[in-house]
């Protein structure tokens, strides 16, 4: 049965640093690998989609990249603002269907 | 603005009440799915509609009920529930089930507290 594990749990950092967050999963028999975001009380809005055969998917600041054969994926948050806290969650399908599997996310605080 | 609509955005409940959750996309999809989430804690998988049938049960209680009318409607038909199933209620979509270059779509959810 696939797991996914976030680290770390909750990341705090000034305003402008880089940082970068972690996702592993067990199973790398997958067909692609999601990043959400979600504010307090809020739905997930879908950040980046990496299909298996990619490497890395980039979108303004954030860029993740995908390392199936060690099953590993990773996000990197460019120069953070305060707006980018929230949690982030990354998923994965469940033996190649579409239902998802999540991590229990990084909860990011970043202080103006 | 999500392309998935869930109504209500709140909703609290007596355990002897039923009341019925919705949810609406106009994307085209053809899968739909219905996730609980409790506080602090990732989402989980309750049900999954394609093409209007029900294709994955996660052994959710009889208690919640799903429907699929058409392509572009979800139910969650709620009675007798209990207070730890108060949570929040996302639905979402993708162009089908077991693409796996296509992204699922969430809603807002909808929160739900039991009395």
């Known amino acids: 049965k696939q797991e996914v594990t976030q680290i770390p749990a909750a990341l705090s950092v000034p305003e402008g640093e880089n940082l970068v967050l972690n996702c592993s999963f067990t199973d790398s028999a997958i067909y692609n690998l999601q990043w959400f975001r979600q504010d307090p009380g809020k739905g997930l809005t879908s950040l980046l989609l990496?299909?298996?055969?990619?490497r890395e998917q980039t979108s303004g600041r954030l860029n993740a990249s995908l390392d199936k054969s060690s099953g590993r994926s990773t996000l990197y948050i460019a120069a953070s603002q305060p707006g980018d806290s929230a949690t982030y969650l990354c998923a994965v399908p469940n033996s190649g269907n579409t239902p998802l599997v999540f991590g229990k996310g990084t909860r990011l605080s970043v202080i103006a | 603005d999500t392309e998935v609509t869930q109504t209500p955005k709140h909703l609290v409940m007596g355990m002897t009440n039923k009341k019925s959750l919705k949810c609406e996309q106009h994307m085209g999809h053809r899968a739909m799915y219905w996730y609980k989430q409790k506080a602090k804690k990732p989402p989980e998988l309750m049900f999954v509609y394609s093409y209007e049938k029900l294709s994955i049960n996660e052994s959710v209680p009889s208690r919640f009920s799903p429907e699929c009318p058409n392509s572009s409607l979800l139910n969650l038909h709620l009675h007798a529930l209990q207070p730890e199933d108060s949570a929040l209620y996302l639905c979402?979509?993708?162009?089908?089930?077991?693409?796996?270059?296509?992204?699922?779509?969430f809603g807002d959810g909808t929160r739900l507290s039991i009395l």
């Open positions: 979402a979509s993708s162009p089908l089930q077991g693409a796996g270059n296509q992204p699922q779509h």
């Open positions: 990496i299909q298996s055969s990619q």
